[in-house]
């Protein structure tokens, strides 16, 4: 399994970025998605989900209103449109793949690498 993420880069407070993930090695349909973050010196928080139909299924209460998740499954691609970006969400965006329900939540089995994301204000 491959997840690959691009799209991040600097802008500025109040702009917009639309990052992607492309994935590869299983099924896509089969599996919902998801995108993280990660801060400098906080803990990695779960931005949004969605399910194999593509039917988001959770917005963290601070993005929501400005995140939009979709996902095209004859691209086999994740989306995460960000707009009026503030410079707290400033992080590394990642991409999941692969839940399942654990304690606390879900737990994603697949990963990318990450795409940075700097918001100046």
């Known amino acids: 399994v491959q997840l690959v993420e691009s799209g991040g880069g600097s802008v500025q407070a109040g702009g917009s970025l639309k990052l992607s993930c492309a994935a590869s090695?299983?099924?896509?349909?089969?599996?919902?998605m998801g995108w993280y973050r990660q801060a400098p010196g906080k803990e990695r928080e779960l931005v949004s989900g969605?399910?194999?139909?593509?039917?988001?299924?959770y917005a963290a209460s601070s993005m929501k209103g400005r995140f939009v998740i979709s996902r095209d499954n004859t691209k086999n691609t994740l989306f995460l449109q960000m707009n009026s970006l503030k410079s707290d969400d400033t992080a590394v965006y990642y991409c999941?793949?692969?839940?399942?329900?654990?304690?606390?939540?879900?737990?994603?089995?697949?990963w990318g690498q990450g795409t940075q994301v700097t918001v100046s204000s």
């Open positions: 999941a793949a692969c839940r399942k329900a654990g304690l606390g939540g879900y737990v994603y089995n697949y």
């Open positions: 090695g299983y099924i896509f349909t089969s599996c919902a």
């Open positions: 969605i399910s194999r139909d593509g039917t988001p299924d």
